[in-house]
């Protein structure tokens, strides 16, 4: 069974940082390519970044850029999403993504809260 567990949120300043983490198991991460999404309230969930299966690929929204960075490490099964000069509207659930040979997966999702 594939499980994607995101861990890493929180609540931090505007202008923090905060580093979040994709852990997942039951999948060949190595092939996947990886993303991660966010959903504010009231808001449509949108692509934040993404990273292709062997790291070589990565895009960002334009709303991150310069500012958030994908990156993985396929032994560990791990994709992780650093976040830096965090803005109020950054504020969202984050989710992780892994588009697989055999499906699409879903993390459960961690809360990124930015404010003062």
């Known amino acids: 069974q594939v499980q994607l567990v995101e861990s890493g949120g929180g609540l931090v300043q505007p202008g923090g940082s905060l580093r979040l983490s994709c852990t997942a198991s039951?999948?060949?991460?190595?092939?996947?390519?990886m993303k991660w999404y966010r959903q504010a309230p009231g808001k449509e969930r949108e692509l934040v970044a993404s990273?292709?299966?062997?790291?070589?690929?990565?895009n960002y929204a334009d709303s991150v850029k310069g500012r958030f960075t994908i990156s993985r490490d396929n032994a560990k099964k791990t994709v992780s999403l650093q976040m830096n000069s965090l803005k109020p509207e950054d504020t969202a659930v984050y989710y992780c993504?892994?588009?697989?040979?055999?499906?699409?997966?879903w993390g459960q999702g961690t809360q990124v809260t930015v404010s003062s």
């Open positions: 993504n892994a588009v697989a040979w055999n499906g699409d997966y």
């Open positions: 039951g999948l060949r991460l190595s092939t996947s390519t």
């Open positions: 990273i292709s299966s062997v790291g070589s690929r990565t």
